[in-house]
């Protein structure tokens, strides 16, 4: 079991940043590889970005690649996501999720933190 905690969401202005952290336990969390999704009012949850288990590769969805940055730091156990130049279209809930399967599938998800842009 993995257990995951979303924070760092609130409420910021276009153009803004913002930096969001993902707490893990229950397992190495240098093990598995770990994402971030977001879900905005009346659509479906969407991939952001996701970084392999030791950092050194990461992925992005084209709507935030060059302004969003994942990281992780695998001594504190913890996933980050900065954001920069915020969007009113980045307003949703932000979830981190965890591939301890392996198989590219996310198996644990956090309870998932509100960012809401306003411009």
């Known amino acids: 079991q993995v257990q995951l905690v979303e924070s760092g969401g609130g409420l910021v202005q276009a153009g803004d940043s913002l930096r969001l952290s993902c707490a893990a336990s229950?397992?190495?969390?240098?093990?598995?590889?770990m994402g971030w999704f977001r879900q905005a009012p009346g659509k479906e949850r969407e991939f952001v970005g996701a970084?392999?288990?030791?950092?050194?590769?990461?992925y992005y969805a084209d709507s935030v690649k060059g302004r969003f940055t994942i990281s992780r730091d695998n001594a504190k156990s913890t996933l980050y996501l900065q954001m920069n130049s915020l969007k009113p279209e980045d307003t949703a809930v932000y979830y981190c999720?965890?591939?301890?399967?392996?198989?590219?599938?996310?198996?644990?998800w956090g309870q998932g933190t509100q960012v809401t842009v306003s411009s």
């Open positions: 999720a965890a591939d301890v399967g392996g198989k590219g599938d996310f198996d644990f």
């Open positions: 229950g397992r190495t969390f240098s093990s598995y590889a």
């Open positions: 970084i392999r288990r030791n950092g050194g590769s990461t």
